[in-house]
């Protein structure tokens, strides 16, 4: 059964230094989602994309977060630089369309000292 | 704007007893309801999910939810609960977000089921 692969699994790192996520989606998938869930919560949509453009990034805090999906397959979202809070998981989900069911991957657990 | 209410964060139950994980949702227009499960530090397993047609929607694991459109609810439900289904349960929103011209999940803050031996 396909699904979504993230990398890397856990990230440690000190606070101001840079971190970057990776996502595959699930082959043929069309929009792709990242969302942060902090410990005890629910996860919350940071960006989602269509292709390769952005269809939504309202919640991406845009003065240290970044996300890009340059080919339309593969993105990477990029904290420059990490702060205390930024500690979460980080989910990546995909569907072949915005109307149709999200599938998640494993997550990326960041911790910052 | 869409809104999810798990109105339970934790729910203690013991083993082969049935267990109900209670879900409103607020939405000015029709909506697509989801639930997921989560277990430790991994992604979200999606459980059932509501589009349309019959109300009693039956999922993975023996699980089953009921839209209740008047009472705005979507409470998810299993007979006989296992040790195995220790862990922490989403129900979500979908409806079309004007903003993004996209249909978006909204999701409650979880409740942790624990199965006691």
């Known amino acids: 059964e396909a699904e979504v692969a993230q990398s890397p699994r856990y990230k440690i790192t000190e606070k101001s230094q840079a971190v970057a996520f990776w996502c595959d989606p699930i082959?043929?998938?069309?929009?792709l989602y990242w969302y942060r869930q902090i410990l005890g919560q629910g996860p919350e949509l940071l960006v989602q994309?269509?292709?390769?453009?952005?269809?939504?990034d309202s919640q991406l805090p845009k003065d240290r977060f970044s996300a890009e999906r340059l080919k339309g397959v593969d993105s990477t979202l990029k904290i420059q630089p990490a702060e205390l809070g930024d500690s979460a998981m980080y989910l990546c989900?995909?569907?072949?369309?915005?109307?149709?069911?999200?599938?998640f991957g494993p997550g990326t657990r960041l911790t910052v000292l | 704007a869409q809104s999810v209410t798990q109105l339970d964060s934790q729910v203690p139950v013991f083993e082969e007893a049935p267990v109900e994980l209670r879900c409103n949702y607020s939405?000015?227009?029709?909506?697509?309801l989801f639930w997921y499960v989560q277990y430790p530090n991994q992604g979200l397993q999606l459980l059932l999910k509501?589009?349309?047609?019959?109300?009693l929607v039956k999922g993975i694991n023996g699980f089953e939810a009921e839209f209740n459109k008047s009472q705005t609810s979507f409470h998810l439900r299993k007979p006989s609960v296992h040790i195995s289904d220790t862990a922490e349960y989403f129900c979500?929103?979908?409806?079309?977000?004007?903003?993004?011209?996209?249909?978006?999940?909204?999701f409650g803050k979880g409740t942790k089921l624990s199965v006691i031996p």
């Open positions: 989900a995909s569907s072949l369309a915005s109307s149709d069911t999200q599938y």
């Open positions: 082959s043929g998938h069309a929009t």
């Open positions: 994309f269509q292709d390769e453009s952005v269809v939504d």
């Open positions: 939405s000015s227009v029709s909506v697509y």
């Open positions: 509501y589009l349309s047609g019959s109300t």
């Open positions: 979500a929103v979908s409806d079309l977000f004007s903003g993004a011209g996209s249909y978006q999940l909204t």
